[in-house]
Structure formats: structure tokens, C-alpha cells
């Protein structure tokens, strides 16, 4: 039995030997540990192209079919036939993953997701490791994206009450290629990307990517977008047992602010949509408004294998993220205001978030009788630091404006500058020991474990808080025949005050101040039930039931004063299928229900924008869509011609806990054509939002939604040598 077991770990893990040298590359992010991307992965990718066996994380002790969670691969060949070009672009493909924004802090022009009804924007990860700085993501330098759905404090730690997002980059591996693509489109769009790998003789290779990218927001008057960045990493060692990988993420962008559109007051009514003005309608001014962020981060890995079933890694990260910006916000139209004219107030934040990090694990694969093991044990700490800078105004603000026609070239009688020295600082220090454990019982079970222990610390400039706290997850898996299996899987987390480090969502007694630092982490637990199948020419195929409840969780006992004493309820269904339907014929697609309550509130009545007030006991969560659908699919017609399209459907979304305040549902309609000139060069065009249709893709608890790109066409002559 133990040949068996060195045979299956061999083919999992002997070509991340190779390939998880290959460095993970930086990203546009910050934190915590290197993931490996086996070169028998990729290699699959291009067979199926959005279908994938094995997480690219060595947490995961099993292959995706046999672990007992949902988790949905999102694979580069997905993000380049559906022109997504950022972070929540890839997302849109998965359902169940809403946006929202925030009144000011990190959260609040930065990616904020929300996975199975909980807000996850501290759980997104780079390659394994936490990326806690505030920012906007983009896709150029991402092989895959990885979401891990349900509580999952033993694989992550704090947060991810409703999952994690693991973003893996693209890092030099034994290959020889030039590649990229360069795009042109409508609403000024203009894009090019370069992708070049070399081996240097037989046991060393580089590899550079790069972005430069500026177009106008469709539908949005006087929004666009400017980013440009680049990662150079170094492989050596990539054929012996030891290896060394470094690489550097820098990226920046110099962007339009853009509040979107102000709810409005209709005075008693129950639901409040946003203003109903054309959707190009911009209250923002072009002299003040802006936005600037800007990553560097470095990383090293080294690794060695003992042996096939005994590997040993050290990964060290320091980085360094900047958001900086400038906006205006239309304040909320209220009953009885002057009729056509909307208030206006100015927002500027700047923060920079400054993190090292180090993660020790060791892979091992071994039998104890007729019973084998996969496991992953490791230690990680982290250090972060986020300064705030306080802006320094001059002039008075240009308001009220006509709410329908306002002119951004007008002047804001504003200036805005910077203290030189920081207002306030956070500083977070996280220790963290972990172990998994695949446990193949017999040919038809399967045991998964996952044990976490962590201790965090954080203080700013007004108090501080220590937690330690465990987290758990187990799972058992029944193989019913080759092609399909059923899973039952129970898990845990925990979500301490001041998880944003300062940088972040700052409602609800998340921030850290004298009255909450002495609140314990709220706990989450969750039931899952499901199963995976494949079948045809390699379509993967996934159903699953669960309920998740968040315990502990914080709620108003009186005005501004927390206590652990409340409860959040989510049960949902989740359907997927991803792969190939034959030869010729891809899919991506998914289902997700979500069925949210807060059960159990505190005393205090709060008003209908805090959760877990009196007020809103038994309404559902904010920023969650109850349905939700998307469907992508790809058919060669012809053996140098692919034609595609997809739907993506979002049910209304609430914005704030009393549910007073909400987006209506839509359907996004998109469309791609790809044409191959020769094996070296093709054609493609994308078609986004086919109908031009008004929608809302993030929505914020009290003032505005921010309103999503129109309709976009663009062409990209791809190449890769």
C-alpha cells in the first residue's frame, strides 16, 4: 500500500517539485505564503481549459475531486476568452460573489467581496499568503484564482467566515516562450500585455510579464482608468531536489474616482433604489478627483526534497501598497429638498500598509499500516503596518449641483493636500500553526483534517487587542465508483476586531477602538453536505447543500456599544459545472441560493443601517444576492474559428441591514469570437454587456451604488512564439 501511496503522491507533488521552485510571483498584493502551481496543472489546462484537478496550494492534501468544500477554479485560459481584465471582472464568472463598497477606509474604492453572505476583503490571498493592503486588482500577472467557499480559518486563519479567494501568479518554469496580445476597442480602450519565459542553460529560467492599460469606462461621462505594472521572476535549481525562486510585483494606477449614484428617500416607501438619472451621469470634478495606487513586493522561496514524499519549503514576502484618492460623494436625495439640486461632500483617504512575512511548511506522504497519509504542517507569522495620512483642504466645495445635469469640467473650489507625517497607525502581528491530513482509509473513503492555531495582535493610536483562537476542519468523503463521490464536511472560523488592520470596513464594530477591543472574535460554523462528479470528455460536475452560522457575532446593546451576543443564519444550495462537454464544446457554469437572516439581534433599535440592531432582526444580510446564475461557453465551429457567449444573472441586492435601501436584479448578456490566423497568432473580439444594460455591480449601507461599466467592444491580436 505505501508504493500506491508514493505513486499518487509522486504524481501530485514530483512536478510542483519542479514547478513550486518556480517561485510564485508577488502580486498586486501583500502576505502570506507560496502556493505551488504543479507544471502537470498547466499542462492539463490546456486539454481542458477550464477544468482543473489540483489546487494550486499545498494546503490542500487532496486532489479538488476529493476534498470536502466547494472550491471553484477560475483558470487563466477562463479569463482570457471572457476579456476579463480585473479582479471583479474574473469573479463575475462565479456566482455567489457579490460586490460592495464603503464610505471611506480601504474598503471603500478598493475590491470588497462578498462570498456566502459574509464580506471577505480581509481574505483574499496572493500564492497562499494573506494580502491585507487595500487595492484594485488586476489579472495580467494571474495564472488562476481559486475560491474556497464556506468558513475556512484552519486552511487561512482570522476572517473567511464565508470563504477566501487565492489569486496564483504566473512565475518562471522550464520553458522556452514570447507571448502576449494587444487590444483595441471602443471608449478609448487600449491594452497590451507581455508574457515571456527563458530557461538559462538546463536548470535556471526567467520570466518577465508586463501590462499597460487605458481605456474610458463605458456608459460613465469623464471615468477611466490608467494601470501599468510588471513581475521578473528567477528560478534556479529548477531539475534538482533544491531550489531558489525570487520575484518582484510592481504595479500602479492613476484612475477616476467614481461615487456612482446616491439612493433616494421616497418618504415612506419601503425600498429606496438609487437615483434614477441617465446612468453616464457623474457628480464628481475632473480639477480634484482622483485615484492612485501602487504595490511593490518581493518574494523568496526556497525549497528542498528529501525525498518524493518529504518537502520542505521556506517562503519569505516584504511589501509595501499605497491608495491614495480623491472623491466626491452625492449625498443621499432627501424628501422635500430643493427640487433638481443634490449636496455634495468631499472624501480623500491615503494609506500605506507595509507587511513581511514568512511561512515554514513541510509536505510529507507516508503509511501507517494500510492507512495513507498526505499531510501539510507549517508555521507562519506576519507583521503589518498601515499608516493613514490626514488631508489638509483649502477652499469650500462647489455644492449643491443639478442632480441631472452636472458639469465635471466645472470648478470644485477645493484643494486637497497631504500631512507629511501620519494621523494614525495600525500594526497587527499574526503567529500561526497548522496541519492537514489526507487520509485515504480503503479505496472508497477518505478522511480530511485541518487543526489552526493562531494568535493575533493589533493596536492603533486610541487601543489594543490579543486574540488566540482555534480553528477546525473536517471532512469525509465516499468514493462511489472512478467518476463520482459524495462529501460531508464541518468547519470553522473566526473574526476578530481589527482584522482590516485599520484599512478597511469600519461598520458594524469592526474598527478598533476602546469599547471593542475587549469583544472576543466572532465565530462561524458551517454543515456541508455534497457531490462531485465527472463525466463526458472531462466535465466536472458539483452540487452541495450547507448551513452556515455566525455565533458571537457583534450587535448593538446600546448607542455605539458592542456586545458578542448576536446571530447571523445562511442556508444555500450550489450547483457547477465546469470543463468539456466534447472536444469542441467548453462550459463554465453555476447556480447559488442564498437564504440569509439576522436570528438573533441586540436590544438597542440602532436604525436600519447596523447589523444586528433591534430593528432589523429577522431581515436578510446586506450585500447578497438571494439567486444567483452565469453560464460561459465556448464551441469550435470551425477548426480555426471559436464562437462564445454568456449570461450572468444577479438577484436584487440589499444594501443595508434594514433592507430599506437596494439594487435591482439584471442580466448581463456578453459575447467573444476567436479567429486563428496560424498556430502563432490569432484574432479575438469581446463583447461586453451586449445590451448596454444599467446595472449596479457594488452597492454601499447608507449613500450610494456605484454604477457598472456599458456596453464595451474591443479586439486583441493575440501571439505567442
Do not use: C
Not at 323 to 352: C, D, F, H, M, W
Amino acid at each position: 500500500m505505501q508504493k500506491t501511496t508514493t505513486q499518487k503522491y509522486d504524481s501530485a507533488l514530483k512536478p510542483a517539485a519542479a514547478a513550486v521552485a518556480l517561485l510564485f510571483a508577488g502580486s498586486a498584493f501583500s502576505a502570506e505564503e507560496a502556493g505551488v502551481l504543479p507544471e502537470l496543472q498547466v499542462q492539463s489546462k490546456k486539454d481542458n481549459p477550464y477544468a482543473v484537478q489540483k489546487s494550486a496550494n499545498q494546503k490542500f492534501t487532496a486532489p479538488l475531486k476529493d476534498t470536502p468544500k466547494s472550491v471553484t477554479v477560475i483558470t487563466e485560459d477562463l479569463i482570457r476568452d471572457t476579456g476579463s481584465n480585473t479582479f471583479q471582472d474574473a469573479l463575475r464568472t462565479t456566482p455567489g460573489i457579490t460586490f460592495g463598497s464603503g464610505e471611506g477606509g480601504g474598503s471603500a474604492l478598493t475590491d470588497r467581496p462578498f462570498i456566502r453572505g459574509f464580506d471577505s476583503q480581509s481574505a483574499i490571498f496572493v500564492d497562499g499568503l494573506r494580502d491585507i493592503g487595500a487595492q484594485t486588482r488586476e489579472v495580467f500577472a494571474i495564472e488562476q484564482m481559486e475560491v474556497l467557499k464556506g468558513p475556512s480559518g484552519a486552511f487561512d486563519g482570522r476572517g473567511s467566515a464565508g470563504g477566501s479567494i487565492n489569486i496564483v501568479t504566473k512565475r518562471a518554469k522550464a520553458d522556452n516562450f514570447t507571448s502576449g496580445s494587444i487590444g483595441l476597442g471602443t471608449d478609448r480602450y487600449r491594452r497590451a500585455t507581455f508574457d515571456g519565459n527563458y530557461m538559462i542553460g538546463e536548470d535556471a529560467a526567467i520570466r518577465l510579464v508586463g501590462l499597460v492599460h487605458d481605456a474610458d469606462v463605458p456608459g460613465r461621462d469623464s471615468v477611466d482608468v490608467k494601470r501599468w505594472g510588471f513581475m521578473p521572476s528567477i528560478t534556479l535549481g529548477l531539475n534538482g531536489p533544491t531550489s531558489l525562486s525570487a520575484n518582484w510585483y510592481h504595479f500602479e494606477t492613476d484612475d477616476m474616482s467614481d461615487r456612482g449614484l446616491p439612493y433616494t428617500d421616497n418618504s415612506g416607501t419601503l425600498y429606496h433604489r438609487p437615483l434614477h438619472v441617465s446612468k453616464d451621469t457623474f457628480y464628481g470634478f475632473k480639477d480634484k478627483d482622483y485615484q492612485k495606487t501602487g504595490s511593490d513586493i518581493g518574494t523568496l522561496e526556497f525549497k528542498h526534497a528529501f525525498s518524493d514524499d518529504l518537502v520542505l519549503r521556506n517562503t519569505a514576502r516584504y511589501g509595501v501598497t499605497k491608495n491614495k484618492y480623491v472623491t466626491t460623494r452625492a449625498l443621499v436625495q432627501a424628501p422635500g429638498a430643493a427640487s433638481g439640486l443634490l449636496n455634495l461632500n468631499n472624501q480623500a483617504r491615503y494609506t500605506k500598509t507595509e507587511t513581511i512575512s514568512n511561512l515554514t511548511d513541510l509536505s510529507i506522504a507516508f503509511a501507517t499500516g494500510d492507512i495513507n497519509h498526505n499531510v501539510n504542517i507549517g508555521f507562519e507569522w506576519s507583521k503589518a503596518e498601515t499608516d493613514q495620512f490626514a488631508a489638509i483642504t483649502s477652499g469650500t466645495l462647489n455644492s449643491p449641483v443639478n442632480m441631472y445635469d452636472p458639469d465635471p469640467n466645472r470648478s470644485s473650489g477645493l484643494d486637497v493636500s497631504w500631512s507629511g507625517t501620519p494621523s494614525s497607525t495600525t500594526t497587527s502581528r499574526n503567529r500561526s500553526l497548522y496541519a492537514f491530513d489526507s487520509i485515504e482509509l480503503n479505496d472508497k473513503w477518505l478522511l480530511n483534517a485541518g487543526l489552526r492555531y493562531d494568535k493575533f495582535y493589533v493596536k492603533n493610536n486610541v487601543a489594543d487587542a490579543e486574540h488566540t483562537f482555534w480553528n477546525y476542519q473536517l471532512g469525509a468523503v465516499y468514493k462511489i465508483n472512478s467518476q463520482g463521490n459524495v462529501y460531508v464536511s464541518y468547519a470553522t472560523s473566526s473574526t476578530p476586531v481589527g482584522l482590516n488592520n485599520g484599512d478597511g470596513n469600519q461598520e458594524n464594530g469592526n474598527n478598533l477602538v476602546a469599547n471593542t477591543a475587549n469583544l472576543r472574535p466572532e465565530r462561524t460554523k458551517s454543515f456541508e453536505v455534497g457531490t462531485k462528479w465527472e463525466v463526458l470528455d472531462g466535465l466536472a460536475l458539483t452540487a452541495a447543500a450547507f448551513y452556515t452560522q455566525k455565533y458571537d457575532a457583534r450587535v448593538l446593546t446600546e448607542a455605539d456599544v458592542f456586545a458578542n451576543a448576536g446571530e447571523v443564519d445562511v442556508k444555500g444550495i450550489e450547483l457547477s459545472a465546469a470543463g468539456k462537454i466534447t472536444a469542441k464544446w467548453n462550459v463554465f457554469a453555476g447556480y447559488t441560493y442564498l437564504d440569509t437572516e439576522q436570528s438573533k439581534t441586540g436590544d438597542f433599535l440602532g436604525g436600519s443601517t447596523n447589523l444586528g440592531s433591534a430593528a432589523n432582526k429577522g431581515k436578510e444580510l446586506p450585500g447578497i444576492a438571494k439567486n444567483s446564475a452565469s453560464v460561459w461557453t465556448t464551441y469550435s465551429v470551425l477548426p480555426d474559428l471559436t464562437l462564445g457567449g454568456g449570461a450572468f444573472y444577479v438577484d436584487r441586492v440589499h444594501a443595508d441591514p434594514g433592507n430599506s435601501l437596494y439594487v435591482p436584479s439584471y442580466v448581463r448578456w456578453d459575447a467573444m469570437a476567436n479567429y486563428k490566423i496560424d498556430d502563432r497568432i490569432s484574432l479575438q473580439l469581446n463583447l461586453q454587456n451586449l445590451t448596454d444594460k444599467r446595472y449596479f455591480n457594488q452597492t454601499y449601507t447608507r449613500h450610494f451604488a456605484t454604477v457598472a461599466p456599458g456596453r464595451l467592444a474591443f479586439v486583441s491580436l493575440n501571439f505567442k512564439f
